[in-house]
């Protein structure tokens, strides 16, 4: 095979695998192809194509800045965009991202009901050092402040460290959920403003007004 029709295939290969990759984050079909046909890109120019799919990626993110979630998948797909095809200069950072945008929303789910005991467990990856983490649980705040994952140095091959961040509740031998007493006064059953539920209103406020603010801005 020729030189320009080897090009020209990878080139379409990644056009073809990304935009995949795109609608299926939400990326809307239609206007991914003409903003597509809009750039003008021909099909030499395999750089100009993964700039424009990275800032597709972008996109998506502003159309989902409220939905953590979503935030956590998109990074995770740029981790994996960055590995495939840019020698992964991006993807520890965009691991780095998805993880943080899935404790935010663990977080706000736990501040809603901060009555239970969340707690946060590693759905881990392949190797000794993912495997560790397992049966291990942590607090979010502690993760929030001291991320175990991603593993920098494991020795899972190729994209590395694949660690999830899970979220489970206590719960006692007879499998009862544990719920935070801290919230409650059991002597007297009326529910006490505790300190900490305070603060916890405080934090919810921050998120969401921080979340607000990406709204406001589009
Ligand atoms: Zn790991
Ligand atoms: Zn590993």
Same mark, same amino acid.
């Given at each position: 095979m020729n030189e320009n029709l080897k090009q020209v295939k990878k080139?379409?290969?990644?056009?073809?695998?990304?935009?995949?990759?795109?609608?299926s984050l939400g990326f809307d079909e239609n206007k991914l192809e003409s903003h597509y046909l809009n750039s003008a890109i021909v099909e030499s120019e395999e750089?100009? =194509?993964?700039?424009?799919?990275? /800032?597709?990626?972008?996109? !998506? *993110?502003?159309?989902?800045a409220q939905d953590l979630q979503k935030q956590s998948q998109i990074h995770w797909s740029m981790a994996v965009f960055s590995y495939d095809y840019e020698n992964g200069k991006n993807? =520890?950072?965009?691991?780095?991202? /998805?993880?943080?945008?899935? !404790? *935010?929303?663990?977080?706000?789910?736990?501040?809603?009901q901060n009555s239970l005991n969340y707690r946060i467990v590693i759905i881990p990856g392949k190797c000794s050092i993912c495997q560790s983490e397992k049966d291990k649980n942590y607090t979010i705040e502690e993760m929030r402040s001291n991320p175990v994952i991603p593993h920098k140095n494991c020795d899972c091959s190729g994209?590395?460290?694949?660690c999830m961040?899970?979220?489970?509740?206590?719960?006692?031998?007879?499998?009862?959920l544990i719920w935070n007493e801290d919230s409650f006064d059991y002597t007297n059953k009326s529910r006490k403003i505790k300190t900490n539920d305070k603060l916890a209103r405080e934090g919810a406020g921050a998120i969401i007004?921080?979340?607000?603010?990406?709204?406001k801005k589009r």
């Open positions: 080139f379409n290969s990644i056009k073809k695998s990304c935009f995949q990759r795109l609608v750089g100009k =194509l993964r700039d424009f799919i990275w /800032s597709k990626y972008h996109e !998506l *993110l502003h159309e989902n993807t =520890l950072q965009q691991k780095d991202l /998805s993880h943080k945008a899935r !404790l *935010l929303n663990y977080e706000i789910l736990s501040l809603q994209f590395g460290c694949i961040y899970g979220l489970t509740t206590l719960r006692d031998e007879n499998g009862d007004s921080f979340l607000n603010l990406f709204k």
